[in-house]
Structure formats: C-alpha cells, structure tokens
C-alpha cells in the first residue's frame, strides 16, 4: 500500500502545520504539501499527507476520511502517481 495520501475538501485557509498535527495523531507524519495555484498563490483545498508506513496512512485514511475539518467534511484516498503532461515535456514546434 501507498504511504501518500491525497487529503480533498480541504479549507483554503487550513495550514500544513495543522495538517501535521491531525494526521501525527495517526501516526508519524513524514511530509505534508498543500497545493497553492502558480499564478496566485492561493490555495486549491487540496493536498498530500505522507505517513512513514503503509499502516500508519492505512489507519489515518480509516479514521480521518469524511471527518469535519473546519467545517468541511475531507476526503482522503491514495495519492495516484505524479504524472506530467507531455505538453510540458515536447518543445513548442510550428
């Protein structure tokens, strides 16, 4: 199983710091990102958890998943693997 965790639904003025302390209560927390848009900056109310184990993601998806964060319901599933767009890779041609 999958160590990283997409979390959705997320406010937009949650903070990864208390991201953190949310999913630690779980189990150790490796890494936490929360996804801001490139051009403004602001937030997109989501982001990833990384747990140092399978169990430790395992038992926070369990226990977390559709719990009220702020006054939203969340959503956790297992982070897909990152993938590029190929507009992003192939130089612009004429």
Known sequence: MNRKLYIGNLDFGITED???ELFSQHGEVQDVKLVTDRETGRPRGFGFVT???ADDASKAMEELNGQSVRGRNISIDLARAEQRDRRER???RR
């Open 18 to 20: 208390e991201l953190r």
């Open 51 to 53: 747990m140092a184990t």
């Open 90 to 92: 192939t130089p612009f």
